[in-house]
């Protein structure tokens, strides 16, 4: 109920906001699992790529938007919560990545549709960094196919180190599915996950044209208290 409020409020007010040009929505599979895998350029790509979508999609996100005080930390929990049904996640903890996969893996085995970042963190420089295993192995123990995603515009609605949002012409580009069914059979896992991870952060390539970075990109260290 909270999501289909949100998608009739919300679609509205992001069409006038931000002016999205949408593709390729007939490329994600109404039923089934199926893993939404996007280039990160900005927070607001996880309030795009669902508005854009015909299902509704889960994406991870830091627990601190779930336990944040006054007036903004209860829009965060409205938001996140109520509305986006996103899954918190404690970014600081040692079992992090590992719980993060058990947990979007209870999504795809519900047949549901989880988003994904293989980059890991969202992209400063609007470069396209190497994507972490992390999606190979979603592919390999649940079979879903990988819709991959291009974003484009989103870093504009809030630039770095601005407080206030603008609007802002927005792109996202849903391509064709991978289907990695067989594929990989008697290819050992470690091998297996890295080459789907690549041949995903290919196909987001495609779509963005971004500059590619052969290395991980690394979350900012955060302030010295």
Do not use: C, W
């Amino acid at each position: 109920m909270y999501y289909r409020l949100a998608r009739t409020v919300s679609k509205p007010l992001l069409r006038a906001a931000f002016r999205p040009d949408v593709s390729g929505i007939e490329n994600i599979p109404l039923d089934g699992p199926v893993i939404i895998a996007s280039n990160h350029i900005s927070f607001f790509d996880s309030i795009v790529i669902p508005a854009a979508s015909p299902r509704q999609i889960s994406y991870l996100a830091k627990s601190e938007y779930f336990t944040g005080h006054g007036l903004r930390g209860r829009i965060n929990r409205l938001f996140f919560d109520g509305i986006a049904g996103a899954i918190p996640v404690d970014r600081d903890d040692t079992r992090a990545a590992h719980k993060s996969l058990e947990l979007a893996l209870g999504v795809l085995s519900r047949d549901g549709a989880f988003g994904i970042y293989p980059e890991g963190t969202r992209s400063r420089d609007l470069r396209l960094y190497r994507g972490h295993t992390g999606v190979g192995h979603l592919v390999l123990e649940s079979g879903a196919p990988v819709v991959p995603v291009g974003v484009r515009g989103t870093e504009k609605i809030q630039p770095a180190g601005s407080r206030f949002v603008r609007p802002a012409r927005v792109a996202v580009r849903f391509g064709r599915p991978l289907d990695f069914t067989g594929r990989f059979d008697g290819v050992a896992k470690g091998k297996a996950r890295r080459m789907i991870s690549d041949e995903v952060m290919d196909a987001i390539a495609a779509i963005t044209g971004q500059e590619r970075v052969d290395e991980y990109n690394v979350r900012p260290a955060k302030p010295a208290a």
